[in-house]
Every structure is written in structure tokens, then in C-alpha cells.
């Protein structure tokens, strides 16, 4: 098969499942990209495009798909692992991947290798630095040989992995799937000279301080993730949990208002008080998120149990009254339509930063310092 053009074309079908992290594994996109063409019986492995070719393919796909909100993006998951180098520099911290690299795309996250024989030491960190986080112990057999890994997967403004190693493993040179060679790596000193060059006249301490200020967002990812352990009751909510829920009244709310920021927010956002105080949620999300949202939905929050007092016939003549004279009356009882239809067992939603995503698309006015 050594036929340029079919080359290319398996590249970029394997990008494009890897951009779309449909595939993660250079080597299975490859080959379900070779499927699709109808020759994976034919190909002999070194008439397959490089990695270092797919990675290429990728970096055209975010560009054609990002523009130069990636430079952007790229700068803030730099800094952001900067604050990890330094937060972990005990366990001799090494900034390693796209982020390093230059090379990110939809969903990556920020990977840094650390070394101690004591995985609970580096959680201990995070717990200080006050970021939900979950442990993972990956067994993988390569060449017959068993290898372990234990990784801490950070929640935060970014995705964060921590790859934790033995201690007698600081000096080990490892190698990259995608040339074979040493990977590039950056230790907390060689990065923070690296990112003085990469931005010059950037302030290190001043770009750091700003980037500990917690925005908008980081809170709706705070109050979201605990909703998925909500488990709620199968005769009102057969679809499962409440982040599930969430995010189903979210994508219900797009297709009606795609354009409406502030009720796709309410859409989202409307439940996180049932992880603080089940019995007022609608109180306790609006108390969560002062000063995090606008007015309206601040509103909709509020109220939008007593919208469905009013579809029950259950709620008071005059708070009735005093509901429907509001000018956001309509949107309320749009929103309590939107939380009914989210109620579907094996509906097909998005993640909470595709959520983000999307509502950053639209302009943000309600980040907060």
C-alpha cells in the first residue's frame, strides 16, 4: 500500500477521530481509519502514516476549528501547569505533552509526570490546593511486560493528570510514543525560562496571581461534578442522576434558545443546590452562586420549583400573581417545560466543558474575580 495519496487520506481520518476524541490511541486510529477506507487487510504497519504525521493532521484540524482563540487557551493551561510545577515541586515535577509541545487540541489536559512512593503525599497537595481529584491504578501489558501506573486525574480549570512515579525512577528517560525518542520534558526551572521566552515581558508571579482568581466557570464546575453522585427519585426521574438530568435540561434548552446565554445557564446550573441542601436546592444554588450569575438567572433558579407548583395547581394566588407580573414569567415556565423533557433514560448529552464550551462561544459577562 504504498500509496501516498491513500497515506494521507488515512491520516487525516485518523486526526480527525483523534481531534473529535473519538480515539485516543494513535495506533487504533490508525487502523479504524485504514477500516474505513476497506484496506486494513492489505496494510503493512510501516506503510501507515507516523504519529508525528497525525499529530500534524491534528494541529490543522484545531486551527481550522479554534483559530487564535487557541493561542489563548494554549497560554492558560500554561499557566495553569506552572501553578502545578510549583504547587508539587517536592516531587520533582516534570511538565511533559501537548502543553509543553505546543500541540493541544479539543480536550487535552495538562500532563505532568511526579515522582514519590507515596501517592498519598501528592494528593495531600491538591487536597491543599482544595481541587476534586480521582485516583486511577492502570494496569497495561506491552511486549509481554506488565506494566502499573498510578495516575491522579485533577479537576480544575483544565484537566490535570498526574502520572506518579517511584522516586528511584527521577532520572529514567522516557520515551515518546510518537518518535520513539526521549519525550520532551520541562522541570519547574526549565519551564518557567521556557514560557519567559515563549511570552516575552510576561510577568510570571503577576500572570499567576491572576490566574488564582477563581472565574464563573470554575464554580459551575465545582457545584456541577458533586451532582452526579444525586441520586434522585425513579418515579420523578427515571433518567438517573442529577448532573445527568443537568445536562440533558441543558441540551433541551439549546435546541430551544441557542442563543440565550442567561437561561442555558439557568438550564445547567438550576439543580446544584440539591448536592448542598436537598431540602431547599433552588435556594441553596441561588446562595452558591451570588454575584456568579446575572439577575435573570439568578431568577429563574430562584423560582423555578414554584413554576412547577403553578403547572401542579399547588402555589398561592398571590405568589402566583406576583410570579406572572415579572417580565421573566415566560422564561420561568420555558425553563420547568425544559426540566420536564430532561428527564429521558439514555439520551445522548455532552460534558460539562463541552457545556462551558458552548457557552463561552456566546461571550461570557459573568466571569468574576
Known sequence: MANERIRKHIARIAAQLMYERTETEYFTAKRK???????DSRFHPKDLPSNAEIRD??????????GEARHENLKAMRLLALKYLRALRRFHPALIGSVLT?????????????????????????????VRYETERKRIVKHDEERVFNHVHAADRHEVELTVYPEDKIG?????????????????????AFLAAEYPGIDLEDACAEDEGIDAYDLYRLLLLPLENVKQHPRYHPE????????QVFERAREARPWDEELLLAALLHDVGKAIDPSDHAGAAVLAL????????????????????IRNGTLGQRARRRLAASEYYDDLMLLRDLDDAGRVPGAVVGTIEEAFEYLRSLGDDTAFA
Open 33 to 39: 481509519a485504514a477500516r474505513q477506507l476497506g484496506i
Open 57 to 66: 493532521e491534528v494541529q490543522i484540524l484545531a486551527w481550522m476549528h479554534e
Open 102 to 130: 505546543g500541540y493541544i487540541r479539543k480536550g487535552s489536559d495538562i500532563d505532568i509526570h511526579v515522582f514519590s512512593d507515596q501517592i498519598a503525599a501528592v494528593t495531600m497537595v491538591l487536597d491543599d490546593l482544595g
Open 172 to 192: 529514567y528517560a522516557f520515551k515518546s510514543s510518537i518518535t520513539g525518542k526521549a519525550i520532551e520534558r520541562a522541570t519547574l526551572p526549565q519551564f518557567e
Open 240 to 247: 438517573g442522576d442529577a448532573l445527568y438530568h443537568s445536562l
Open 290 to 309: 451570588e454575584d456568579a450569575v446575572l439577575p435573570r438567572t439568578a431568577f429563574l433558579i430562584a423560582h423555578h420549583m414554584d413554576a412547577q407548583a
